[in-house]
């Protein structure tokens, strides 16, 4: 079985500060990692992927996110926010064997840009 | 490209009605994912179709079923509409399959979705 675990329903930021949003994984498999975001009345767009290659992963729009195996973590981060990064971020991760295509998804963190 | 469409974009029904809500994939995409969004439960994962055939399944009711055609394209039906099934239904496509020799790993693609209100 898998999970994933986002801390922090609710994340506010300034314009132009450190965004962070954290997502803790647990799987009985090595993991497919990916983050996701939704902007209201959308569907969900793919941020990064991390896919066992390498542990830094960099994304679109200047996000990127760090594999660490031994503290089963999976945090977005971008150094610095801005307005139109405000949406819903969702962590979601999938088994790595066979053609499972199953995404488990968090519960989702909802950024918030002050400006 | 175009992306992943479906349709309706919006639906009403009544409890105890059912509805089809469609997907059309990505053009060369096999996989088709359905998911439910709920604000209480999030996102959760109805079934993944590959060439007509269900390879995965969610814990969803059998009032749940889905199918998809020769051509890719899938429809999700939901019998005896309840309250609950108020949620909106995502449909991802992804090349699907496994890549050889070297594997890669596909990703999926989301469709706008089809917010669905039982009243």
């Known amino acids: 079985a898998q999970s994933v675990t986002q801390l922090g329903s609710h994340v506010s930021v300034s314009e132009g500060a450190l965004v962070l949003l954290r997502c803790n994984y647990s799987?009985?498999?090595?993991?497919?990692l990916f983050w996701y975001v939704q902007y209201p009345n959308q569907g969900l767009q793919l941020l990064l992927k991390y896919t066992s290659a390498a542990t830094l992963v960099k994304g679109i729009n200047g996000f990127e996110a760090e594999f660490k195996k031994s503290e089963t973590s999976f945090h977005l981060t971008k150094p610095s926010a801005h307005m139109r990064d405000a949406a819903e971020y969702f962590c979601a991760v999938r088994n790595s064997g066979g053609s499972n295509y199953k995404l488990t998804f968090g519960k989702g963190t909802l950024l918030t840009v002050n400006p | 490209k175009a992306g992943v469409t479906q349709t309706p974009r919006y639906l009403i029904k009544t409890r105890g009605q059912q509805v089809t809500l469609s997907c059309s994939p990505i053009s060369g995409h096999r996989s088709v994912s359905w998911y439910q969004q709920t604000p209480g439960q999030g996102l959760q994962f109805l079934f993944e179709y590959f060439s007509e055939t269900q390879r995965n399944k969610g814990n969803f009711p059998g009032r749940f079923s889905g199918r998809q055609f020769s051509n890719s394209r899938s429809e999700m039906n939901v019998s005896t509409l309840e309250l609950g099934d108020s949620a909106l239904y995502l449909c991802a496509s992804s090349p699907g399959g496994t890549s050889f020799p070297q594997r890669i790993v596909y990703e999926q693609y989301f469709g706008p979705g089809t917010r669905l209100t039982v009243t």
């Open positions: 799987s009985s498999v090595p993991p497919y």
